[in-house]
């Protein structure tokens, strides 16, 4: 077993820090009060006196990897339908298990973007108190879109107050929702602007928010100093969204070159493109109208991906996974962008820095504090990534984390 403490210093580590620099040997990395306070060579710097020592013996230390699109609800369900008929109880002993598995794979913050009720925050609550055991979770609460929009699953004649989605319509219940979620705590609002493969009432070409809506939203986000993950697969969509100013634009299924040329100028947002839906869907769902419509928008989002990375995009990896690929698996979104032209390094920086990036005003931490061993001396990723779900399996790596500051420090 590793040490944990929030306060340690590992010497003789062959480091790859995620800023895109080779990986260096015999580095010190300092760790205080569960933040990097030094990172050096190990030649002429003696260890802290003040720090328990942890000799990484040559091995091969990276950041933790982190996920900015993750349901912990998400359990093998075969529509969206399906969610809302299961209790909160049981969703939130799921949301747990499903944070210490994915911990366990190496990702050790990851972002939830649609949940019932406040089962994402409880969960990032819980961790925090050291309850259980978990990433750093940035918790959103249910998804915002419109009545009969993105994550509407409940029938015309039926209400349900916790469901996966909260309806809206019009700019006044768009404020209304974003101000309740800030109550509650959330760390991010995520908004469905557009219809899913899964969706029952829209399809992913087709656009359920209106421009007032949205920008109020991104507004009103900004107001209680919460970032937005906007969902969007149409044209107009990503359009709409890139000129709100949303923080991350998920999936991205549809961009014509305008947009993706605003998106690359745009500062602060970023896209998260999530090819693990797209061959999730086509692998192992047996949701028709998802798959007839996911066999339509594969060729359509990787070619929007291939001319959104060519323009300069800031590209971050989110999975979505759960319901069809297992919760741990999410190395595999990092195989597909390699196979999209991705170089190793850019897939692991897009979980690494601009993850970080992606996700930092809901960050409070100055700089990371997990870190994943390889199990053996000279062990590194390997530079192609068909075994990287091997390499990054709970059996073959070990995570040191060093806890957060004590609740409310």
Same mark, same amino acid.
């Given at each position: 077993?590793?040490?944990?403490?929030r306060?340690?210093? =590992?010497?003789?580590?062959?480091?790859?820090?995620?800023?895109?620099r080779?990986?260096?040997?015999?580095?010190?990395?300092?760790?205080?009060?569960?933040?990097?306070?030094?990172?050096?060579?190990?030649?002429?710097? $003696?260890?802290?006196?003040?720090?328990?020592?942890?000799?990484?013996?040559?091995? &091969?230390?990276? *950041?933790g990897?982190?996920?900015?699109?993750?349901?912990?609800?998400?359990?093998?369900?075969?529509?969206?339908?399906?969610?809302?008929?299961?209790?909160?109880?049981?969703?939130?002993?799921?949301?747990?298990?499903?944070?210490?598995t994915?911990?366990s794979?190496?990702?050790?913050? =990851?972002?939830?973007v649609?949940?019932?009720?406040?089962?994402?925050?409880?969960? %990032?609550?819980?961790? !925090?108190?050291?309850?259980?055991?978990? *990433?750093?979770?940035?918790?959103?609460?249910?998804?915002?879109?419109?009545?009969?929009?993105?994550a509407?699953?409940?029938?015309?004649?039926?209400?349900?107050?916790?469901?996966?989605?909260?309806?809206?319509?019009?700019?006044d219940? =768009?404020?209304?929702?974003?101000?309740?979620?800030?109550k509650?705590?959330?760390?991010?609002?995520?908004?469905?602007?557009?219809?899913?493969?899964?969706?029952?009432?829209?399809?992913?070409?087709?656009?359920?928010?209106?421009?007032?809506?949205?920008?109020?939203l991104?507004?009103?986000? %900004?107001? &209680?100093?919460?970032?937005?993950?906007?969902?969007?697969?149409?044209?107009?969509?990503?359009?709409?969204?890139v000129?709100?100013?949303?923080?991350?634009?998920?999936?991205?299924?549809?961009? !014509?070159?305008?947009?993706?040329?605003?998106?690359a100028?745009?500062?602060?947002?970023?896209?998260? *493109?999530?090819?693990?839906?797209?061959?999730?869907f086509?692998?192992?769902?047996?949701?028709?109208?998802?798959?007839?419509?996911?066999?339509?928008?594969?060729?359509?989002w990787?070619?929007?991906?291939?001319?959104?990375? $060519?323009a300069?995009?800031?590209?971050?990896?989110?999975?979505?996974?759960?319901?069809?690929?297992?919760?741990?698996?999410?190395?595999?979104?990092?195989?597909?962008?390699?196979?999209?032209? &991705?170089?190793?390094?850019?897939?692991l920086?897009?979980?690494?820095?601009?993850?970080?990036?992606?996700?930092?005003?809901?960050?409070?931490?100055?700089?990371?504090?997990?870190?994943?061993?390889?199990?053996? *001396?000279?062990?590194?990723?390997? %530079?192609? &990534?068909?075994?990287?779900?091997s390499?990054?399996?709970?059996?073959?790596?070990?995570?040191?984390?060093?806890?957060?500051?004590?609740?409310?420090?």
């Open positions: 077993m590793m040490p944990n403490g306060s340690l210093a =590992v010497i003789n580590a062959l480091l790859w820090d995620g800023t895109g080779d990986p260096e040997a015999r580095r010190l990395i300092e760790v205080r009060e569960g933040r990097i306070a030094r990172i050096g060579p190990l030649e002429g710097s $003696a260890p802290p006196r003040d720090l328990p020592v942890l000799d990484a013996d040559g091995r &091969f230390v990276m *950041p990897l982190l996920d900015c699109h993750v349901h912990l609800i998400y359990c093998r369900f075969g529509s969206l339908s399906e969610i809302d008929q299961w209790p909160l109880e049981y969703h939130t002993l799921r949301a747990a298990e499903n944070a210490a994915i911990l794979y190496g990702y050790t913050t =990851v972002r939830d649609g949940t019932r009720g406040a089962i994402a925050s409880a969960v %990032r609550d819980a961790i !925090d108190h050291g309850l259980v055991t978990g *990433p750093r979770v940035l918790a959103s609460g249910p998804i915002i879109c419109s009545e009969g929009g993105h509407d699953s409940t029938p015309p004649w039926m209400r349900n107050e916790v469901s996966l989605a909260v309806t809206v319509n019009g700019v219940e =768009v404020r209304k929702a974003v101000r309740t979620q800030a509650q705590g959330v760390d991010n609002i995520k908004v469905g602007i557009t219809g899913a493969e899964a969706s029952p009432y829209v399809t992913t070409e087709q656009t359920a928010f209106s421009p007032e809506e949205l920008n109020a991104v507004d009103e986000a %900004r107001r &209680f100093g919460k970032t937005v993950a906007c969902h969007a697969q149409s044209y107009l969509g990503a359009r709409m969204a000129a709100a100013g949303v923080t991350t634009i998920e999936h991205g299924t549809r961009m !014509d070159d305008e947009t993706i040329a605003r998106l100028a745009a500062e602060d947002t970023y896209l998260v *493109p999530t090819l693990c839906t797209i061959y999730s086509l692998d192992l769902s047996k949701n028709k109208k998802a798959v007839d419509e996911m066999r339509i928008n594969e060729p359509i990787l070619d929007s991906l291939r001319r959104a990375r $060519a300069g995009v800031k590209i971050a990896a989110g999975s979505d996974l759960g319901n069809r690929y297992l919760q741990g698996e999410q190395a595999i979104e990092l195989e597909l962008l390699v196979k999209q032209g &991705f170089t190793p390094q850019e897939a920086l897009a979980a690494t820095r601009t993850a970080a990036r992606a996700m930092t005003s809901a960050i409070r931490a100055a700089s990371w504090s997990t870190m994943i061993f390889a199990s053996s *001396p000279g062990v590194t990723p390997p %530079r192609s &990534f068909p075994t990287f779900r390499w990054m399996s709970g059996r073959s790596n070990e995570i040191v984390a060093v806890p957060r500051p004590t609740w409310g420090a």
